[in-house]
């Protein structure tokens, strides 16, 4: 008679030619049975055991100057809410992970990254954006500097940097040079015209 080692194929195939069920095939059959008992116990939860869904909340928020009741889904990011329900799209999505700056803008006058933060902890919040800064068909001076310096090229982190430069400047921290590019470090510039932003921060904090 032949030897048949019970864990090979030759086993299963002398199982079945005996008439039998092999030990791989009845493993088979309860695992696949196993299987479909979980997904049918799952599937015949009530929808009460299931995880809710987002509520949304009603927010307040005065934007340069206009104040908006939204009701938003309190997961939504500031600069979500800014973009897309406001539609200000000056203040721009970069690296969405709090990086690069260029979607800075100011809170109650203080200058935050909107990425990293919920529209709904700013219930009741002043903010101000790159288009609210403009008074009566004039540049604010940081603007009209950052022309006159040649700050900007591609333009695409401008919108952050200028915000960011008028909290350095409300903050006191424009004295200097080396001042400005150290609190102005969070902000980057791909295209390296960081020479044209200092000198635009350092002429418009001389004139503040």
Not at 21 to 49: C, K, N, Y
């Amino acid at each position: 008679m032949k030897n048949v080692d019970p864990f090979t194929d030759d086993a299963d195939e002398t199982e079945q030619s005996r008439g039998g069920l092999s030990r791989r095939s009845i493993l088979l059959t309860a695992g696949g049975v196993a299987a479909l008992a979980a997904t049918s116990e799952v599937a015949a939860q009530p929808s009460s055991d299931r995880p809710p869904t987002a509520s949304t909340g009603r927010v307040r928020l005065t934007v340069n100057g206009k104040q908006h009741e939204l009701d938003l889904d309190p997961r939504r990011s500031l600069l979500d809410v800014l973009r897309e329900t406001l539609d200000l799209t000056g203040t721009k999505k970069g690296c969405n992970q709090g990086a690069c700056g260029a979607c800075t803008v100011l809170v109650n006058g203080r200058r935050i990254v909107s990425c990293l933060t919920l529209a709904a902890m700013h219930d009741g919040a002043e903010i101000k954006t790159i288009e609210g800064l403009e008074t009566n068909g004039e540049l604010h001076p940081l603007q009209t500097a950052f022309v006159e310096h040649d700050g900007l090229q591609c333009g695409f982190c401008t919108p952050g940097q200028i915000m960011s430069g008028i909290g350095c400047i409300a903050e006191g921290h424009a004295g200097t040079p080396d001042e400005i590019r150290f609190w102005m470090s969070g902000n980057i510039c791909r295209c390296g015209a960081y020479p044209g932003i200092v000198a635009a921060v350092a002429d418009a904090a001389k004139r503040a």
